[in-house]
């Protein structure tokens, strides 16, 4: 599984957009990258995954560079709500369910 | 879709104990994994059950064992239990082979004294 790294902390706004930055630079071509987020107390919650492509769906945009080095989750208007520890993991897909979590980020959203 | 719960959703036993943990995952479901989170290690994978088998398993010791029922629910139980099993257990399930994510209940903190 790919090592990643993640800023310790961050904050941001509320109402602007949270760009939050992982590096993967082990990942290997069958890696996807997923992230997830944990709100105090919490089980984790799934955001989003994706392979090259850049992606979005309802809750987020990932941004991955065409090197697949690195990549950039994008909460495009930060609410109180997103306040978390947002975790970017590097999986293969195929008949591994193992997610190996790292420490992530703390985002705080500043009203 | 009812979520994942977990049950009980918090616990306190005394070392030497033993604990049994109980997840139902979503509807539809087969594939039930276990993790482990604390302040100092973080959140880690102890094993996965998928067709009542047994898939995937981390670094953890033998103490540390769990059970998938016909229905899709799992059970992890730790025997003899020691101060630094104090800890949030995590059940998380997926629909194998349709989609990548997984769900997670929302965990039982386990406090041993």
């Known amino acids: 599984d790919a090592k990643t790294t993640q800023p310790t902390s961050m904050d941001c706004a509320e109402g602007r957009a949270a760009n939050l930055p992982c590096n993967h630079s082990?990942?290997?071509?069958?890696?996807?990258v997923y992230w997830y987020r944990q709100i105090h107390s919490q089980g984790p919650q799934y955001i989003i995954h994706?392979?090259?492509n850049n992606e979005t769906n309802e809750m987020a945009s990932l941004i991955i560079t065409e090197d697949r080095k690195s990549s950039t989750l994008i909460l495009p208007h930060a609410t109180l709500r997103d306040t978390a520890v947002y975790y970017c993991?590097?999986?293969?897909?195929?008949?591994?369910?193992?997610?190996?979590f790292g420490t992530g980020t703390r985002l705080t959203i500043i009203p | 879709k009812a979520g994942v719960t977990q049950t009980p959703r918090y616990l306190i036993k005394t070392r030497g104990q033993q604990v049994t943990l109980s997840c139902s995952p979503i509807?539809?479901?087969?594939?039930v994994s276990w993790y482990q989170q604390t302040p100092g290690q973080g959140l880690q994978f102890l094993f996965e059950?998928?067709?009542?088998?047994?898939?995937n398993k981390g670094n953890f010791p033998g103490r540390f064992s769990g059970r998938q029922f016909s229905n899709s629910r799992s059970e992890m139980n730790v025997s003899t239990l020691e101060l630094g099993d104090s800890a949030l257990y995590l059940c998380?399930?997926?629909?194998?082979?349709?989609?990548?994510?997984?769900?997670f209940g929302p965990g039982t903190r386990l406090t041993v004294t």
């Open positions: 998380a399930s997926r629909d194998r082979g349709l989609s990548y994510e997984q769900y």
């Open positions: 082990t990942i290997s071509g069958n890696e996807y």
């Open positions: 994706g392979l090259k």
């Open positions: 993991i590097g999986q293969a897909n195929f008949g591994n369910e193992k997610l190996t």
């Open positions: 509807s539809g479901h087969r594939s």
């Open positions: 059950y998928f067709s009542e088998t047994q898939r």
